[in-house]
C-alpha cells in the first residue's frame, strides 16, 4: 500500500490537479449562485422545463467538478441535490416551497464545504447528513403513501422508468460489485470510503473473494449503477468494475440474510418513517399533515407559504405516469458564458499602461504642433487618429474596473427572504437602478454596511403583520434599495415603509447614555445619534441585530469610503437611509489649479464655486485669520501658496482666485492664481513608495507626465478651524 | 561556529556584483539587485515641507516615485541638473526610490580580497549603512548598504519617521 497513491486518489493519480482547484472553486460558486438565483425566481406551479434543466445543469457541474478534484463531501452533496432535480426535471415530482428550502439550504452547505476545502480543509466540516436525508425524503415524494416496507424496492417500480436500467434508480438495490483486477488494493479500499464518506450512498459490505487482485463488494444502495461507476471512477477505472444487481435473486448471495436486513434498515433511515420522524413532523391540526418534511416550515407563522404547492401524493403519481421524459432527449443548452475572469491586479496593470499611453499621445501632440501641418498632412491625421483611440481606450480599460450594483443587490432577496421567515414578517423587497456601476473596491467594501441596513430595516422597521394591518398599512411590508448616479457620486437608498424611528425613544436613550441632547434638536441630529457607539434603539435585543454594533461601524466604514450617511425618518410611516459614495477610488474627476509654477488637483465633487477677489475683498480677524465674504457668509481663506510654501517669482502677480470647497460639512475659500481645467484623473497611491504627505490625499499623472498632488479636502477644512 | 557562517556569509556578500557611481570626488558601490534602471534627471514635483535633499516625486510609468538627492543629502559642494545628472532607481524591499548622483562609473565584481572593513570615522553617511571599502588598485570604493541606508530615520521616507 503505497501511502502516496493512496493520498493520490485515482488509478491515474499522478497528474497534479491543485493547479485547477481555484478555476473549480470560482465556477462552483458561480454556479451554486446562478442556481439560488434561479430557485428564487422558481414559479412552483408553473416550472418549465427550461428552468428546471437550467438548476439541475448548476447543480451537475458542481457534482462533476467536486468528483474530479475529489471533494467527495461536496460531491456526495451535491448528488443527492442532482437527483431530487433530476426527478423534478422528469417531472416525477412536482416542485414545492420544500424543496426549494432544501435546495437553498443545500447550496449553503456546498458553499461552506468548498470554502473549507479552499482553506485547505481546516477546521470541522458542516454536517450533511440532515439534509441529504431530507432531500431524499422529499426525492421520494409519493413513496410517503405507501405502506411501510415489506418489499421496499417494489414500491417505486411501478413508476414509469424510461431508462434502460433494471431497477428503478430510487429504490433500494443490492447489488454485487466485483472491482479488479487491481495493482493496488488501496483503490479497492477507497471504494468502501466512499460509501463512508457520501452519506446515504448506501452501505457497502466486503465480501469474501479468492482472487487476490480482486475484491468483491456487497452494496446496498439507491444509486442507480451508472452514477455509481462515475463515482467509483476516482478511484478504479470503470472496466476494472463489474456491477450485478442481485435484489431479485437474494437465495443466491450467502449472506443474504444479513443483506436482507440492511436493506431494511437503509430503507428505514431514507424513508423515515412516522416513527423517527417526530422532530420534523407538522405541529397537529397542521392541514398539511401528509407531507412530512414540510414541519420546518410551518414554524414561522405568516411566511408566504403557498398550499397550492402541495400537490396531493396521487396526483403527482399519475402526472408522472403521462410525462415520461426520455433523459437523454433533454436540452442541453450551454450557456455561454458572458464574462471572463481576470486579476484585478492584471487590470489595473491595463489602467496603469494606458496612462502611459495617453502620457505619451499627448507629448506626440504637443511636439508635432511645431510642425508645417502641410508638410506632414498624414502624420497629422495619424496623430488625430491616434488621439481618438487612445482616448476611447481609455474610457474602455476604466469601464473594465466598474461593475453594476446588480453584484449587491443580488444577495439580499435570499437574506431578506430568510430572515422575513424568522421574524414571522411578511416583506417585499424592490430593488431599482441595479445597473448602476460602481468600481469594484468600493462595491467589496459597500456590501456589509448595506447588509448590515438592509437587515435593520427588516428587524426593526417593518412591523409585524398583525401590527401593520392594526396600523391600517398592508400586510406586506416593502424594503426598497435604490441606486442612482448623483454627479460624482453614487446614491444608494434603503427604504423601509415600517414603523420608522421614534424621536422620543433616541432621545431618552441617549440621555440614559450620557450624551448630550436636548429636545429641541433638529430632527436630523437627533437621528444621527444613532450612529453613536453601542447605540440602538431596538426594544428587544434579537439575534438579527439591535446589539448596538452596527450603526456606528456602518458609519466608519461608509466615511473611510469617503462616503456620507443621511437618514429621514417619519414615525409610524418609514425610514430612508442615503449612502452617498464616490463613484470610485481610482479615477475621481478633478479640478486643477496653478499656484506659482505648480499645479494642484482638487476633487471636483468638493468644489462649489469659484470667483475672482480683489486683494481689499479679503478680512482679517485675530492673529491674521482671513475671511472673504462670499454672498452673505463670511467664510475661512486658505492660502494655498502658504500651506505649501510655493516659491513665487512673479512677486507682483498674488492670487487673486478663490475657490470654495466643502468638505465634513463646512466651506472655506482656496486662494489660487490659475484655474487650470477639468478633468478625470486616476487617483495614484504617495505611500507605496513614499509617504503621507499633509493636506495631500494622493497623486495624479497630468497629460504632460508630470505628478500632480491631490489637495485633501477635509484637511484643509479642518486646518482652517484652528 | 557562528563565527565561520558569519565570514561565509560576508564572502559571499562581497562577491556581489556592485554598481558604482561618483558623489563629487567619491566613488561609491551599491549592490547591482537593488537596481531597477538608470535615467535622466527630469524635475520632479515638489513636495511642500520636506527635506531640502528630497526632490519630489516623479511619475515612472505610472508609479509614483519619490526622489533623493544624495549629493544634498551628503553634503557635496555643488549639485547642478542638467542633461548628464543620473538618476538611479532603486527597488528595495519596501518601495521604489530614485537617487541623484553624479554619474554612474561602471558595473564590477569585487573579489574577497579587496573587500576592506572599515575604520570607525567620523562622517555624514550613516556608519550602519556603510558595509565596507573595496580596495581597487588605486581607487577606494565605498560600499553602501542602500537599503538601510534609504530606510533611516535621517530620509524621512517612511511614515513613521518625524517631518
Known amino acids: 500500500m503505497s501511502d502516496a497513491q493512496q493520498h493520490g486518489g485515482g488509478a491515474e493519480g499522478d497528474f497534479d490537479l491543485t493547479q485547477f482547484y481555484q478555476i473549480f472553486f470560482e465556477e462552483a460558486a458561480e454556479n451554486l449562485d446562478l442556481m439560488e438565483q434561479m430557485l428564487l425566481s422558481l414559479h412552483l406551479e408553473t416550472a418549465d422545463d427550461e428552468e428546471l434543466n437550467g438548476i439541475f445543469r448548476c447543480a451537475h457541474s458542481v457534482k462533476g467538478g467536486a468528483a474530479t478534484f475529489g471533494f467527495t463531501d461536496v460531491a456526495g452533496l451535491t448528488h443527492q441535490m442532482e437527483s431530487l432535480l433530476d426527478r423534478l426535471r422528469r417531472h416525477e415530482i412536482q416542485p414545492n416551497l420544500a424543496m426549494v428550502d432544501v435546495l437553498l439550504q443545500s447550496a449553503d452547505v456546498s458553499r461552506s464545504l468548498l470554502a473549507r476545502h479552499q482553506a485547505g480543509g481546516i477546521g470541522e466540516p458542516p454536517s450533511t447528513e440532515a439534509l441529504v436525508q431530507r432531500i431524499s425524503e422529499l426525492a421520494l415524494g409519493e413513496g410517503q403513501s405507501v405502506a411501510p416496507i415489506v418489499a421496499p424496492s417494489a414500491a417505486f417500480e411501478s413508476t414509469v422508468q424510461p431508462q434502460l436500467q433494471p431497477v428503478a434508480a430510487e429504490g433500494e438495490r443490492t447489488l454485487e460489485i466485483m472491482v479488479g483486477p487491481l495493482k493496488d488494493m488501496a483503490h479497492a479500499e477507497a471504494i468502501r470510503e466512499l460509501f463512508r464518506d457520501i452519506p446515504g450512498l448506501g452501505t457497502i459490505k466486503a465480501l469474501a473473494c479468492d482472487q487476490a487482485d480482486m475484491r468483491k463488494f456487497s452494496v446496498v444502495s439507491s444509486t442507480s449503477t451508472d452514477e455509481l461507476l462515475d463515482l467509483f471512477e476516482f478511484h478504479v477505472s470503470r472496466s476494472q468494475v463489474a456491477i450485478q444487481d442481485v435484489t431479485k435473486n437474494l437465495t443466491v448471495v450467502q449472506p443474504a440474510l444479513a443483506v436482507r436486513a440492511d436493506a431494511v434498515e437503509a430503507f428505514r433511515a431514507t424513508q423515515a418513517l412516522p416513527g423517527t420522524m417526530a422532530q420534523d413532523d407538522p405541529p397537529p391540526g397542521t392541514p398539511l399533515a401528509p407531507s412530512p418534511g414540510f414541519g420546518f416550515f410551518d414554524g414561522a407563522p405568516g411566511a408566504p407559504t403557498n398550499p397550492s404547492a402541495y400537490v396531493p401524493p396521487a396526483v403527482e403519481k399519475v402526472a408522472t405516469q403521462v410525462k415520461p421524459v426520455e433523459k437523454s432527449n433533454a436540452p442541453l443548452a450551454q450557456v455561454e458564458a458572458a464574462t471572463i475572469r481576470v486579476s484585478i491586479s492584471k487590470v489595473d496593470q491595463l489602467i496603469n499602461l494606458v496612462g502611459e499611453l495617453v502620457i505619451t499621445?499627448?507629448?506626440?501632440?504637443?511636439?508635432?504642433?511645431?510642425?508645417?501641418?502641410?508638410?506632414?498632412?498624414?502624420?497629422?491625421?495619424?496623430?488625430?487618429?491616434?488621439?481618438?483611440?487612445?482616448?476611447?481606450?481609455?474610457?474602455?480599460?476604466?469601464?473594465?474596473?466598474?461593475?453594476?450594483?446588480?453584484?449587491?443587490?443580488?444577495?439580499?432577496?435570499?437574506?431578506?427572504?430568510?430572515?422575513?421567515?424568522?421574524?414571522?414578517?411578511?416583506?417585499?423587497?424592490?430593488?431599482?437602478?441595479?445597473?448602476?456601476?460602481?468600481?469594484?473596491?468600493?462595491?467589496?467594501?459597500?456590501?456589509?454596511?448595506?447588509?448590515?441596513?438592509?437587515?435593520?430595516?427588516?428587524?426593526?422597521?417593518?412591523?409585524?403583520?398583525?401590527?401593520?394591518?392594526?396600523?391600517?398599512?398592508?400586510?406586506?411590508?416593502?424594503?426598497?434599495?435604490?441606486?442612482?448616479?448623483?454627479?460624482?457620486?453614487?446614491?444608494?437608498?434603503?427604504?423601509?415603509?415600517?414603523?420608522?424611528?421614534?424621536?422620543?425613544?433616541?432621545?431618552?436613550?441617549?440621555?440614559?447614555?450620557?450624551?448630550?441632547?436636548?429636545?429641541?434638536?433638529?430632527?436630523?441630529?437627533?437621528?444621527?445619534?444613532?450612529?453613536?457607539?453601542?447605540?440602538?434603539?431596538?426594544?428587544?435585543?434579537?439575534?438579527?441585530?439591535?446589539?448596538?454594533?452596527?450603526?456606528?461601524?456602518?458609519?466608519?466604514?461608509?466615511?473611510?469610503?469617503?462616503?456620507?450617511?443621511?437618514?429621514?425618518?417619519?414615525?409610524?410611516?418609514?425610514?430612508?437611509?442615503?449612502?452617498?459614495?464616490?463613484?470610485?477610488?481610482?479615477?475621481?474627476?478633478?479640478?486643477?489649479?496653478?499656484?506659482?509654477?505648480?499645479?494642484?488637483?482638487?476633487?471636483?465633487?468638493?468644489?462649489?464655486?469659484?470667483?475672482?477677489?480683489?486683494?481689499?475683498?479679503?478680512?482679517?480677524?485675530?492673529?491674521?485669520?482671513?475671511?472673504?465674504?462670499?454672498?452673505?457668509?463670511?467664510?475661512?481663506?486658505?492660502?494655498?501658496?502658504?500651506?505649501?510654501?510655493?516659491?513665487?517669482?512673479?512677486?507682483?502677480?498674488?492670487?487673486?482666485?478663490?475657490?470654495?470647497?466643502?468638505?465634513?460639512?463646512?466651506?472655506?475659500?482656496?486662494?489660487?492664481?490659475?484655474?487650470?481645467?477639468?478633468?478625470?484623473?486616476?487617483?495614484?497611491?504617495?505611500?507605496?513608495?513614499?509617504?503621507?504627505?499633509?493636506?495631500?490625499?494622493?497623486?495624479?499623472?497630468?497629460?504632460?507626465?508630470?505628478?500632480?498632488?491631490?489637495?485633501?479636502?477635509?484637511?484643509?477644512?479642518?486646518?482652517?478651524?484652528? | 561556529m557562528t563565527a565561520m557562517g558569519q565570514t561565509q556569509d560576508q564572502v559571499f556578500a562581497n562577491e556581489r556584483e556592485y554598481l558604482t557611481f561618483r558623489l563629487d570626488r567619491e566613488e561609491f558601490g551599491i549592490d547591482i539587485l537593488k537596481v531597477q534602471e538608470i535615467r535622466g534627471y527630469e524635475p520632479p514635483t515638489r513636495i511642500a515641507n520636506a527635506p531640502n535633499f528630497i526632490k519630489g516625486v516623479f511619475n515612472l510609468r505610472g508609479t509614483i516615485v519619490p526622489i533623493v538627492d544624495l549629493r544634498l543629502k551628503f553634503d557635496c559642494p555643488k549639485s547642478d541638473y542638467d542633461s548628464s545628472t543620473v538618476v538611479i532607481v532603486l527597488n528595495l524591499s519596501r518601495r521604489i526610490v530614485g537617487i541623484v548622483v553624479d554619474s554612474v562609473s561602471d558595473v564590477l565584481t569585487l573579489p574577497a580580497d579587496n573587500f576592506k572593513v572599515a575604520p570607525d570615522i567620523d562622517t555624514i553617511i550613516d556608519r550602519d549603512a556603510v558595509v565596507g571599502l573595496g580596495s581597487l588598485r588605486d581607487r577606494m570604493l565605498i560600499l553602501l548598504d542602500i537599503e538601510k541606508l534609504m530606510a533611516g530615520q535621517s530620509m524621512a521616507l517612511a511614515s513613521d519617521a518625524t517631518v
Open chain 1, 361 to 722: 499621445q499627448a507629448m506626440l501632440a504637443q511636439n508635432s504642433r511645431a510642425l508645417e501641418s502641410g508638410q506632414f498632412q498624414k502624420l497629422m491625421a495619424g496623430l488625430a487618429d491616434l488621439d481618438r483611440n487612445t482616448r476611447d481606450l481609455q474610457e474602455s480599460v476604466m469601464s473594465i474596473r466598474m461593475i453594476p450594483m446588480s453584484v449587491v443587490f443580488s444577495r439580499f432577496p435570499r437574506m431578506l427572504r430568510d430572515l422575513a421567515f424568522k421574524l414571522g414578517k411578511k416583506v417585499d423587497f424592490v430593488t431599482m437602478g441595479e445597473s448602476t456601476e460602481l468600481d469594484k473596491g468600493l462595491v467589496e467594501k459597500i456590501t456589509d454596511p448595506l447588509t448590515h441596513l438592509v437587515r435593520n430595516s427588516c428587524d426593526h422597521g417593518v412591523e409585524m403583520p398583525e401590527e401593520r394591518i392594526r396600523a391600517g398599512k398592508p400586510e406586506t411590508g416593502t424594503i426598497t434599495l435604490s441606486a442612482a448616479h448623483q454627479g460624482g457620486s453614487i446614491v444608494i437608498e434603503v427604504r423601509d415603509d415600517g414603523r420608522g424611528m421614534s424621536r422620543e425613544k433616541i432621545l431618552k436613550k441617549a440621555r440614559e447614555r450620557g450624551l448630550d441632547v436636548s429636545d429641541q434638536m433638529p430632527d436630523a441630529e437627533v437621528w444621527q445619534l444613532i450612529f453613536a457607539p453601542g447605540f440602538s434603539t431596538a426594544e428587544v435585543v434579537t439575534d438579527v441585530s439591535g446589539r448596538g454594533v452596527g450603526m456606528d461601524v456602518v458609519k466608519r466604514n461608509i466615511t473611510a469610503l469617503n462616503g456620507t450617511v443621511e437618514i429621514d425618518s417619519a414615525e409610524g410611516y418609514g425610514m430612508r437611509v442615503s449612502v452617498r459614495l464616490p463613484l470610485t477610488l481610482a479615477i475621481m474627476d478633478g479640478m486643477s489649479v496653478g499656484v506659482g509654477k505648480e499645479v494642484y488637483m482638487l476633487p471636483l465633487s468638493s468644489v462649489i464655486e469659484s470667483f475672482q477677489v480683489k486683494a481689499d475683498a479679503i478680512n482679517t480677524v485675530g492673529h491674521g485669520a482671513q475671511l472673504v465674504k462670499v454672498r452673505d457668509e463670511y467664510m475661512p481663506v486658505v492660502e494655498l501658496e502658504r500651506v505649501f510654501q510655493i516659491p513665487r517669482t512673479d512677486r507682483d502677480r498674488p492670487s487673486d482666485i478663490m475657490v470654495v470647497i466643502e468638505a465634513e460639512g463646512s466651506r472655506v475659500a482656496l486662494l489660487v492664481d490659475d484655474l487650470l481645467g477639468q478633468q478625470q484623473v486616476v487617483v495614484k497611491n504617495l505611500e507605496s513608495n513614499y509617504r503621507k504627505i499633509p493636506n495631500v490625499s494622493g497623486a495624479t499623472i497630468l497629460g504632460d507626465g508630470k505628478v500632480a498632488l491631490i489637495l485633501d479636502t477635509g484637511a484643509l477644512v479642518r486646518r482652517s478651524r484652528h
